[in-house]
């Protein structure tokens, strides 16, 4: 995809001149990301009360919803998502989810990576902010697509995208999760 504005987010696609994380910061298994547990006693209190409830992502422009998950379990565990190939002909994505957290966080924020065959495609950065102890709250992104010329086919796609997705409070890390994503056939 290309960048992307939200209400609350935005993502921009990863350029040379782009200001990257220290390459140890990101660590590789077999050239693709890994998930990484907190390293502090206060990233782990936040990731212990931290639950993502749902995730959904729809067409930004028709609101039509592509798909939705519910069942999002242990950040730390590696995931698989399967969502319809033809999400791929959105010109603009919105992603929703609903996070609950124990915790406070002074500034949510999360950066993720996105990974073809084992290559760095894209980074995305996305800002929450303040998060209230004991809350349940929403955030929606939206994620523009790559120009129609500039797409990949669905096929080429599946099973070879990788999400590495690094939650933070401020410059704390919590923890950085890591998702396969596959095109369906609809």
Known sequence: GGGAVGPLSHARPRSPSASMP??????????????IAPQSHRAHAILAGFKINW???CDAETGSKYWQEEEWGDLMAERE???PASILRCRAVAREFQFSSVESMDDLRIEQRIFFQENCMEEWRFHFGFVIPNSTNTWQQ???????????????????VVVQTAFYDGDLLVCKSKLRVWYDKA
Do not use: C, F, Q, R
Request: no cysteine.
């Open 81 to 83: 998502i399967h969502i």
């Open 142 to 160: 939206t994620i523009e697509a790559a120009a129609e010329d500039k797409m990949l086919p669905a096929a080429l796609l599946n099973g070879n």
């Open 55 to 57: 995730m959904s992502m």
């Open 22 to 35: 220290e390459e140890d910061e990101w660590v590789l298994d077999d050239g693709v990301p890994t998930t």
